[in-house]
């Protein structure tokens, strides 16, 4: 096993950190309410992993590229790293819904201040 | 058994539990999510290309629908669209810590005192700390 087996590891193990210091440092997600963030962290990741074993089960994907994996397995053909980033997935998912939710409350606090109450879905209601 | 077909199910579960909180009096900001999507699509389609580029993971050519982004098969970015209906909707729908009410747009009122006792040990931090 040489340094190169924990490329991908690695680079997963870097971009949590990176979603995770968002995400504490704004208080957005397991920042703002620990317990429930990571319910739906397990909640999530547990989806996706049933859905990865029958993806597997059918022989849709499989691993490959063993250089660049520890070669550790959950499950047959399941690298650890996909616990990874299937948490990833999540965690990266949830920082970008509740970031945006956050900016754009706060735009729609500072744009409506004098004015009467915002309708529920709010003024960008009719975007999407 | 295709990959797209396998997706389905998947996708079916999500789209219900995004309705339950839809309906459930949830109103949380569209375009909010739909910003949030095009990041994580965007995302997506960069860090897919790169595990498959590099050949972390392989395809069954047989079981796919030929239709990529890139490199990426199609049918992967079921795995993003399904969370970004599942796991807002999961945010929502669980109850909140502290009385606050679920989510950013808070529709109930948990009821006793501004701290609910922690029954699971995963609560770290004090409950006081929380000030949304």
């Known amino acids: 096993m040489s340094a190169l087996s924990f490329a991908y590891l690695a680079a997963l193990l870097v971009s949590l950190a990176g979603v995770a210091t968002l995400d504490l440092r704004f208080r957005l997600f397991v920042g703002r309410d620990p317990r429930r963030g990571i319910a739906v962290l397990a909640l999530g990741v547990a989806f996706f992993v049933v859905w990865d074993l029958i993806g597997v089960g059918a022989g849709i994907f499989f691993r490959g590229a063993p250089e660049l994996l520890t070669g550790v397995l959950i499950a047959p053909e399941v690298p650890l790293e996909e616990l990874f980033f299937l948490t990833l997935l999540c965690w990266t998912t949830m920082v970008l819904v509740t970031g945006m939710r956050r900016l754009l409350g706060a735009r729609r606090v500072a744009g409506a201040s004098g004015a009467p109450p915002a309708s529920p879905d709010g003024p960008e209601g009719g975007v999407s | ?132």
Do not use: C, H
């Not at chain 2, 997706?7 to 909180?21: E, K, Q, R, Y």
């Not at chain 2, 999507?37 to 960069?46: D, F, I, K, Q």
């Not at chain 2, 609910?116 to 040990?121: G, I, K, L, N, Q």
């Open chain 2, 1 to 132: 058994m295709t990959y797209l077909l396998i997706d389905l199910p998947f996708l079916a579960v999500a789209i219900v539990v995004a309705a339950v909180a839809w309906v459930r009096g949830r109103r949380a900001s569209r375009a909010a999510w739909a910003l949030a999507a095009v990041g994580v699509l965007v995302l997506t389609a960069v860090f897919d290309n790169v595990l498959v580029g590099t050949g972390i993971v392989g395809y069954d050519p047989a079981l796919i629908s030929g239709v990529r982004i890139g490199v990426a098969p199609i049918e992967d970015f079921a795995y993003a669209v399904a969370g970004l209906l599942l796991l807002p909707a999961l945010w929502d729908l669980l109850p909140a810590r502290g009385g606050g009410g679920p989510g950013e747009a808070s529709v109930r009122a948990v009821p006793g005192p501004a701290q609910r006792p922690e029954s699971t040990p995963r609560g770290k931090r004090a409950a006081g700390e929380e000030a949304p």
